[in-house]
Each structure stands twice: as C-alpha cells, then as structure tokens.
C-alpha cells in the first residue's frame, strides 16, 4: 500500500500458508503501510502463515467466536506463525468484535514468536461476552482499550487472574 491512509479490505475470505516457493520465509500478510480491516464474513481464515506488520500500520479484526468463550479455536491474528516467525516492527492489531456472532476474540500468544507492538481492543461487548488474552502475552508499546468491549484477563478458564506488568 504506498498510503497509510489507504484501506484494504478483502472480498472474500483465504488463509496464508507458510509452504510456499515464493519466498523463503513462507507465505505472509505484509502490511508495510495503510490498513487491512476484515470484515465478518470476508477474512483472513485459520492458517499456517505469518504477520509482518510495519510501523504506523492497522490489522483490524472483526471476526470472532460465538460459541467459544476462551476462543481456543480461533485465536487472533488467524495466522498461527509456526513455519515462520511474526515479524512486528511495529502496527496496531485491532479486536474489534461486535454482536452476538462475533462477541468472544482472544489475542494469540500459544508460542515465543510473538511479541505485538499495540494492541486494540474495541467494538462492543455485553456482560458475558468478552474478549481476552491468552496466556503470556508481550505487548512491546501499548494495550489500547476504547468503545466498550469488555477484556478478560483470566487464564483459560481456570479463574486464575493474569496481571500486567511493565
């Protein structure tokens, strides 16, 4: 994208996979400027890539679980990184989940290959529905809560509090 003020927002939904001969480090979303925003039904689904986002750049998500409280299923980012690490030099990942479909989002962070710059929770949430952390989270910069989305910060369900800590 060669403006930060320029959106992209898919069409339809694909997934990223990390076997690819295209490059060496695998297939990727590459936000180096503007921002791709998803939508509820055109998104980037569950997959074997990876992130690399740029600075002053916005990954916003909308999607979410509507069944899954711990969004063990549907981790955000989608791409799960495992062939290749994310590469974040900087960017904003936005959780933006709105509605009864979409109400439960948790932030990936199931292995040491991510460390996020800003993270963004949004969007509306009513008392049971939430978004949430998921287990160790690094956020290098900032955590950004606005609108009225309602963050959990307990681990997986167990009822044990998570803490933050600069």
């Keep these: 994208m060669a403006n930060k003020n320029l959106v992209l927002t898919?069409?339809?939904?694909?997934?990223?996979?990390?076997?690819t001969t295209i490059t060496?480090?695998?297939g990727k979303l590459d936000i180096r400027k503007g921002q791709v925003i998803e939508t509820e039904d055109e998104y980037i689904e569950g997959s074997t890539g990876t992130l690399y986002m740029?600075?002053?750049?916005?990954?916003?998500?909308?999607?979410?679980?509507?069944?899954d409280p711990f969004g063990a299923g549907d981790d955000i980012p989608r791409m799960d990184g495992s062939g290749f690490p994310y590469v974040l030099t900087g960017g904003t990942i936005e959780l933006g989940g709105t509605g009864t479909n979409h109400?439960?989002?948790?932030?990936?962070?199931?292995?040491?290959?991510?460390?996020?710059?800003?993270?963004?929770?949004?969007?509306?949430?009513t008392t049971g529905t939430f978004k949430n952390l998921n287990q160790t989270t690094v956020i290098d910069s900032a955590l950004i809560i606005t609108g009225t989305p309602i963050v959990d910060c307990f681990t997986g369900g167990t009822g044990s509090a998570a803490s933050f800590y600069r």
Excluded at 105 to 119: C, E, G, H, I, T
């Design 103 to 125: 109400q439960y989002q948790r932030l990936r962070s199931d292995n040491a290959f991510y460390n996020y710059k800003y993270v963004k929770y949004s969007g509306n949430n």
């Design 54 to 67: 740029s600075q002053g750049t916005l990954y916003k998500i909308v999607k979410g679980s509507s069944t």
């Design 24 to 26: 060496p480090t695998g």
């Design 10 to 19: 898919p069409t339809v939904s694909f997934g990223v996979t990390d076997a």
